[in-house]
């Protein structure tokens, strides 16, 4: 009695057995439906961003090269300058008076060695005295141009366009040679620093192009190139200098303004992908990876992110042009699942 029971509940059990693998199998074969989305190479969203600030392209501080006291200014901080303008004077009086006497002497030293040449001409005057009267005619036109110069000098005038960044005299006021008087920088060629991490300053190039947002300027969008990559880390953030130049023929954008800076990635070696950051998922291995569509079958696919994007995830390596991922049913897919792309 024992025995025909234990045999009809093996009976049994290979019965439900079969049962189970056969609607397994019924449900193997039957293809599952998915979307999917052929993926592209994009530069999207693959720059890295970076806060910047304003620098002037090229400044100077202007100063006299004589002593003398303030006399006229004029210029205002944030004035626009043109090539050449005058910008302030010092009392000339004394270098008027220098530049006088050295212009009579100068006279008096030409006259004299238009006499004497007649003499020498006819060998009537000494070589050591015709010797001496040269000297003193060439003594005479150098003492002239310093005296001409210095007179110059008591006039200040603008190197460069530019405008006034900073304002370190006023009339009356006694300067000495090399004390600065103004700091006058260009107006259309700025330059944006930003420091950038050690782990990303090797996709920094030269010439690489660059977007650039104003917040002070309503979020206006500006275009600049790298010029300059520093080759020395801060010893303590452990990021490098780099300088963009960016024209401002507008002459809105100011020195020590905020920029929120985008490095461009527009090279074949920068393209990415972008897919739904909801379809990656993460393996016993923690790789990251997606369901791709490979001859009508699901496909793992190992890929590697790169950062988040208003769009999707970036994808920087596992992908390719044409690639079909799929976007919706990869729950329930596994390898080899039969797929119907929808």
């Known amino acids: 009695m024992k025995k025909n029971y234990l045999t009809t509940t093996l009976w049994m059990a290979i019965l439900l057995t079969g049962c189970q693998r056969n609607d397994n199998q019924a449900t193997e074969k039957q293809p599952i439906k998915v979307k999917v989305i052929t993926v592209s190479a994009s530069t999207d969203g693959q720059g890295k961003s970076y806060s910047g600030t304003v620098e002037e392209g090229n400044g100077t501080y202007l100063s006299f090269p004589v002593m003398g006291t303030v006399k006229t200014l004029h ?17 000339s009086t004394s270098m008027q008076s220098s530049y006088n006497a050295a212009r009579a002497s100068l006279v008096q030293a030409e006259d004299a060695h238009q006499r004497m040449k007649e003499l020498h001409d006819k060998g009537s005057l000494p070589e050591i005295q015709w010797i001496e009267v040269q000297s003193k005619l060439q003594q005479a036109q150098a003492l002239e141009e310093i005296a001409n110069k210095n007179l110059k000098d008591c006039k ?55 977007d650039i947002k104003v917040p002070a300027l309503g979020g206006k969008l500006l275009t600049g190139t790298i010029e300059e990559k520093g080759i020395i880390a801060h010893p303590l953030s452990r990021s490098y200098e780099v300088k963009i130049h ?8 100011m020195p020590g303004m905020i920029t929120e800076v985008v490095l461009r990635k527009d090279t074949e070696k920068d393209a990415c992908y972008i897919i739904p950051a909801n379809i990656v998922q993460l393996d016993e291995k923690n790789n990251n990876f997606v369901w791709i569509e490979k001859d009508g079958k699901a496909s793992k696919q190992i890929i590697k992110c790169g950062e988040f ?14 690639t079909q991922v799929i976007v919706e049913g990869q729950q329930k897919v596994c390898e080899g699942t039969s797929l119907t792309i929808i």
Do not use: C, M, W
Not at 75 to 91: E, P, R, V, W, Y
Not at 179 to 196: E, N
């Open 75 to 91: 210029f205002h901080l944030g004035q626009h300058i043109s090539k050449g303008q005058l910008l302030a004077t010092l009392d």
């Open 246 to 253: 960016i024209d401002n023929d507008a002459k809105d954008l």
């Open 309 to 322: 994007t208003p769009k999707g995830v970036t994808v920087v390596s596992g992908l390719q042009n044409g």
């Open 156 to 210: 200040l005038l603008a190197p460069f366009e530019g405008v006034i960044a900073e304002k370190s005299i006023e009339v009356g006021q006694n300067v000495t040679p090399g004390i600065p008087v103004a700091k006058l920088v260009t107006a259309h060629h700025l330059k944006i620093k930003i420091a950038v991490p050690e782990t990303e300053i090797t996709d920094v190039r030269l010439s690489q192009r660059v």
